[in-house]
């Protein structure tokens, strides 16, 4: 998989299939803070929290996101 580096600077957006929307809200001490605005099928997690869960999990909350 290949990996697409962005620069922004605060308040800018980049879109995610059309239907993803980030927005930078802040930069300080070395940390961005981002926003997320999409669908309510789409489930947002951070990765170190999706690696943690075990598979079963990780299924049934993609079945979460199908179901809403």
């Given amino acids: 998989t290949a990996m697409l580096v962005l620069t ?3 308040q800018e957006k980049i879109v995610i299939d059309g239907r993803i929307e980030v927005t930078v809200l802040d930069t300080r001490n ?6 997320f605005c999409c669908p309510d099928d789409v ?4 990765k170190e929290l999706l ?4 598979p079963q999990s990780k299924e049934e909350l993609e079945l979460a996101a199908v179901l809403v």
């Fill in 8 to 10: 922004r600077k605060l």
């Fill in 30 to 35: 070395g940390r961005v803070k981002l926003g």
């Fill in 43 to 46: 489930v947002v997690i951070r």
């Fill in 51 to 54: 690696d943690r869960l075990p």
